[in-house]
């Protein structure tokens, strides 16, 4: 099991390289410049105040030598300097990764549940209205660009129904009280992001759990549970529930990254305060080493939950566990 | 291929029986290439015009159906003239993405051993960047316009087919008529794409509706950030570009994106629709 | 404003004292929110004097000058200012008991390296260029030795522009522009910097020991960014803010004047002098006769800009210096709507129909640029001229085609920063055309006259023969028109009415906000 993590580990830290390399590439032979972008801020800027900008920031130097010298700074755990904000990456992206996986994770823990509960649903009626219900409302909140669900969201709750806030991820003001009311606070502010990012990965969970129940509900074993009297929430909730969880499981880590576009997304129409929104607008900015950063962050993300997906699917399947 | 034209028929008939989604599909998606002709063949409005004030509310006869825009433009000559960028875009996108993903699926499923490990490698690799940001990086790198904005979906958009159609090709190549044939002396080019990939299309021809509507929606998404070609009337642009003011005027924004949906709707259900149909082990049927 | 300055100096320091205690409506402390789109790389004033930089900057830093809203000085951390008569050396008499915020005083030596940093780093030259030294005879004096007289001093010693830097911080040898201190601000103005969340939001508290005694009101300002204007306007509307500067579109301005709580105003912009306007490349063979930039000027209507494009809430703008401004002359030829006319003048240079001409926008000001961009398309049709427009994809391509040189007609947005030798000068003087610098002379408008009214107004001292040199010189370029004006943006600000002291001057909101109070409750 530990080599089997080790190398994993080390596969990972492979294609995260890779990304680093590709993605430094195709940045800096992006059009727009980075000077001509914060001179823009400073409202005009003499022409040796621009060739000071670009000394400053390597701007000057050969794609090479910056590569090296970005790289040399990762392998030391520095995610070099925002252009813009002349701020450490790093403290940027510290600053902005708790929000986006506590949207992440109450997303991908909400649409977990609820998607087994409505697969379940569907299995357990076998046949009539309820799975055909299921699926259209699983297809149809699939379908939905998730941007636009947000953008409904919002207008429903900013003018009709103002129960909810729309945007933020905090109210500012309450920052001195105390760590209840800023707790239901955030937990408010969760509620539409991870809503919307909910509906539209619903239709994975629900699907793929309808289908593996129904499989696992044919076989011999449920027959004979059955058959010696078993309750029906046992049958379903202890033995067949168990015995799908595993495709449900590799659809959970292969969604991750869909998520994590998804958020990029519902982070930029609700205002809230992530990774997505900070290379969102580092993009627009032309702060490239932010970019990379969160481009970085991200990946590592990916691959880490890959990896725990792995790990989770080993314990999990009894099978998998025996071999070494 | 002919001889199998038949069970496939009976086929498409029992699951327009028993599952009308394929059809329901196939129909909206005409819907929407027809309206996408008649905007780009018949009717010479240009969307970007200015036609009447700002905001004007939607009224569903008339001369103004769906009411304006932010700027007074007639929503509704934009919808229809969003429908051709977005298709366009979106089919371009899924070809390069089926071409670039059944190729390297093919060539890692069918040759295996190291050629499949780098292939493999390179697909991960693909999978580990989160698409969307990665194709936000990719359009801001070209400039944009809807052959870039094309080919960055479809970029990024290969990996899932790759794996499926390196499962395929892995299962089929080993199986007794590919044997068969390979000892009848065919070469790797004539098995890959004259006697595995015809097997193996069924599976893929699916999954394509599946890479179109992640395409549809890509295409909205770069759209709506505004990182898409400010020049092309698309839907994603419409909203994006209404979207600041869709607390007075929900219409520019709702009309377009239920015409995003409703199209990537349609094309689910054309997708599960044929999957009913490729596939009898899909369903009870 | 010079002479003024020199007379009433102690007075009006003795007024605004006088006038500090009268509280009487208010309570002090509280808390002010304040909403912005426009997001800071740093606080400090002594780089750039941008919007989103100058409004925490001029709160955390003092200056030595303050404005009221007629454009007069008032002292701040000058008490008294006095200009020698050759107009070669100002004398700043320093406040007593100022101290920057970790205690130590502000002195002489704070100011002459404050004043030298701000020559050295702000992309603004023309500031303090003529500035050759500053002596400090005493920690309590300053003096400002010139190369040249230069009448614009005084403004540049604004609150948004010459902030004060405690020497033992930023003098330390380290680079400014990249000083780790220009994101943890150290100042001597009312508010210290508690918080700098980039991008999300910043936290100011009362400085305990700030010099004006009693000031300021508030125990804490904070200001936060939201990236887009609905969703500012829907925390507006929901009273998560209390002050939202810098309003410009008409749907945002109609529906903050819906708000019952706010009142809303676009008092406290006049030195920003923010000009739309319409450059031409007069390189450009096609622009080059002036003839043609007129018939386009005669055929352009600023009342249905202002008033149906910008729904009325903008105001025309008819000459290079802002309308408000004392310089400003109000008899430049205003080219009302004639297209006749317009279609003679081209006719007279042989262009009649099919003269093809693009024009570009600054992508982002929707209702100022691109609308603007698409309106001049529709109508110069009507004088015969097709227009294309283009669009760049963001700011920085736009700005790189213009510096470029790489453009015929383009919309712009350029300010007026308080006096014409900081924000005017440098779009006409022809020593300013220099390729790949965007919002510098890219008009490549050169005319000696002008060059020769422009170095003169710079250096003189009376504000009588100033103004007339400048009247000249706004005649000649409103009838060159290397640029055309067309209006004002309509920057609005939308504050609490509870509020007392709103940020009105002429600095607005990038002016320190010590007087701000809550009324109180009846």
């Known amino acids: 099991m530990t080599g089997y993590i080790a190398r994993r580990l080390l596969h990972g830290l492979f294609l995260v390289a890779g990304v680093v390399v590709v993605n430094f590439v195709l940045l800096r032979l992006a059009p727009g410049d980075t000077a001509t972008a914060i001179a823009g801020e400073m409202g005009g800027a003499t022409a040796d105040v621009l060739a000071a900008i670009r000394a400053d920031y390597g701007l000057d130097r050969p794609l090479p030598t910056q590569l090296a010298i970005y790289l040399g700074h990762i392998a030391r755990g520095d995610l070099g300097m925002s252009h813009y904000f002349n701020l450490p990456v790093s403290s940027l992206i510290a600053a902005r990764l708790g929000p986006t996986v506590l949207l992440v994770a109450s997303a991908q823990i909400v649409a977990l549940v609820v998607g087994v509960a409505l697969g379940v649903l569907a299995a357990r009626a076998r046949g009539g209205a309820v799975p055909t219900l299921v699926t259209a409302f699983t297809t149809a909140c699939h379908a939905m660009p998730v941007f636009w669900t947000g953008i409904m969201l919002v207008v429903l709750f900013a003018s009709i129904l103002p129960v909810l806030p729309v945007e933020g991820m905090s109210d500012l003001r309450l920052r001195d009280a105390g760590w209840i009311t800023r707790t239901l606070d955030v937990a408010r502010h969760l509620v539409l992001p991870v809503v919307t990012l909910v509906l539209v990965h619903l239709a994975q969970y629900a699907r793929i759990t309808g289908a593996a129940m129904r499989e696992v509900l044919a076989a011999d074993f449920i027959r004979v549970v059955r058959a010696k009297g078993a309750p029906e929430r046992t049958v379903l909730f202890r033995h067949a529930l168990r015995n799908a969880a595993l495709p449900v499981l590799t659809v959970a880590g292969l969604q991750f990254g869909h998520l994590l576009s998804g958020a990029l997304l519902v982070e930029t129409v609700f205002n809230w305060p992530g990774l997505g929104r900070l290379a969102f607008e580092s993009l627009l900015r032309r702060d490239y080493p932010t970019v990379l950063g969160v481009l970085l962050c991200a990946a590592a993300m990916v691959v880490v939950v890959n990896l725990l997906t792995d790990l989770a699917y080993r314990l999990a399947d009894p099978r998998l566990r025996t071999v070494p | ?285 | ?522």
């Not at chain 2, 200015?50 to 159906?65: E, K, M, N, Q």
């Not at chain 3, 008499?93 to 020559?119: C, M, N, Q």
């Not at chain 3, 018939?295 to 809430?313: E, K, M, N, P, Q």
């Not at chain 3, 712009?412 to 022809?430: A, E, K, Q």
């Open chain 3, 1 to 522: 404003m010079y002479r003024f300055g020199r007379i009433l100096a102690r007075l009006a320091f003795a007024l605004v004292l006088a006038a500090a205690p009268a509280l009487a409506d208010g309570r002090p402390g509280g808390s002010l929110v304040i909403l912005s789109t426009q997001v800071p790389r740093h606080v400090n004033g002594a780089l750039q004097s941008g919007v989103a930089v100058a409004i925490p900057s001029t709160q955390i830093f003092a200056s030595l000058l303050r404005y009221d809203a007629e454009w007069n000085p008032e002292p701040y951390l000058a008490e008294s200012w006095q200009v020698s008569d050759d107009g070669l050396s100002v004398t700043l008499k320093l406040v007593a008991g100022a101290t920057f915020h970790d205690g130590r005083p502000v002195t002489s030596e704070d100011v002459a390296f404050s004043i030298l940093a701000i020559r050295d780093n702000h992309p603004f030259k023309s500031m303090f260029a003529p500035v050759e030294a500053v002596e400090t005879p005493d920690p309590g004096t300053a003096v400002i030795r010139l190369g040249r007289p230069h009448p614009a001093l005084l403004l540049a010693l604004s609150p948004a522009l010459a902030p004060i830097l405690p020497k033992h911080v930023y003098g330390d040898g380290q680079d400014l522009r990249t000083h780790p201190a220009n994101v943890a601000a150290v100042g001597a103005g009312p508010f210290r910097l508690a918080e700098f969340q980039p991008g999300e939001h910043i936290i100011l508290k009362r400085y305990e020991n700030f010099f004006l005694p009693g000031r300021p009101y508030l125990d804490e300002i904070v200001i936060r960014y939201l990236p887009d204007v609905s969703t500012l306007l829907l925390a507006m509307e929901r009273g998560e803010g209390d002050l939202r500067p810098f309003a410009t579109g008409s749907q945002e301005i109609r529906r903050l004047r819906q708000v019952d709580r706010l009142a809303v105003t676009n008092a406290g912009y006049a030195a920003l002098g923010p000009i739309n306007w319409l450059a031409f490349n007069t390189r450009s063979p096609k622009l080059a006769d002036r003839r043609v930039r007129q018939a386009i000027a005669y055929a352009i209507d600023r009342d249905y800009i202002v008033g149906t494009l910008h729904h009325g809430v903008s105001v025309a703008q008819r000459g290079p210096i802002v309308e408000g401004s004392p310089f400003f002359d109000p008899t430049v030829p205003a080219y009302d709507l004639d297209l006749d006319k317009a279609r003679g003048l081209l006719a007279e240079v042989g262009l009649g129909d099919g003269l093809q001409l693009t024009v570009d926008y600054v992508p982002g000001l929707v209702e100022q640029q691109k609308n603007l961009a698409e309106y001049l398309k529709s109508q110069l049709k009507k004088i015969g001229i097709d227009v294309t427009v283009r669009t760049s994809p963001d700011t920085a391509t736009w700005a790189s085609r213009i510096a470029g040189h790489d453009f015929e007609m383009t919309m712009d947005t350029v300010f007026n920063w308080g006096d014409p030798v900081i924000g005017v000068h440098r779009t006409y003087l022809s020593s300013n055309i220099r390729p790949g610098v965007v919002w510098s002379n890219t008009q490549s408008y050169a005319d000696a006259r002008v060059d020769a009214l422009l170095e003169a107004a710079a250096v003189e001292l009376d504000p009588a023969r100033r103004k007339q040199l400048y009247a000249e010189f706004q005649q000649i370029v409103a009838t060159d028109l290397p640029v055309y004006w067309l209006n004002l943006l309509p920057f609005h600000t939308a504050y609490d009415r509870r509020l007392g002291n709103p940020p009105l001057s002429i600095w607005g909101v990038l002016s320190p906000m010590d007087e701000l109070y809550w009324i109180k409750d009846k």
């Open chain 2, 1 to 285: 291929m002919t001889g199998r034209a038949d069970p496939w028929l009976r086929r498409f008939l029992s699951a327009c029986r028993t599952g009308p989604s394929a059809v329901v599909g196939m129909a909206a998606l005409l819907v929407v290439c027809a309206m996408a002709l008649y905007s780009v063949f018949l009717d010479g409005r240009d969307p970007f015009d200015i036609v009447s004030l700002p905001h004007r509310a939607p009224t569903f006869v008339g001369p103004l159906p769906l009411g304006t825009d932010y700027l007074g433009r007639d929503l509704a000559v934009c919808l229809l003239a969003g429908a051709a960028p977005t298709l366009s875009v979106a089919a371009v996108a899924a070809g390069l993405a089926m071409v670039l993903g059944v190729a390297l699926g093919a060539l890692a499923g069918f040759f295996g051993g190291r050629l499949d490990d780098l292939l493999m490698r390179f697909t991960e690799f693909f999978q580990v960047l989160p698409a969307l940001l990665f194709a936000m990086v990719l359009v801001t790198l070209w400039s944009p316009s809807p052959t870039t904005i094309a080919l960055t979906i479809g970029f990024v958009a290969w990996p899932p087919t790759a794996r499926l159609a390196r499962a395929e090709f892995l299962r089929i190549r080993d199986l007794e008529y590919v044997v068969a044939a390979r000892a009848a002396g065919a070469g790797a080019g004539h098995l890959m794409w004259r006697v595995i990939l015809p097997n193996a299309a069924p599976p893929l021809i699916v999954s394509a509706t599946l890479v179109v509507t992640t395409a549809i929606l890509f295409e909205a998404a770069l759209s709506f950030l505004g990182l898409g070609d400010p020049d092309t009337m698309s839907w994603g642009q419409i909203i994006g570009a209404n979207r600041e003011y869709v607390l007075d005027a929900w219409w520019p924004v709702a009309f377009p994106g239920l015409a995003i949906f409703l199209t990537v709707l349609a094309v689910s259900l054309l997708g599960d629709g044929l999957n009913r149909i490729l596939d009898p082990k899909s369903d009870g049927a």
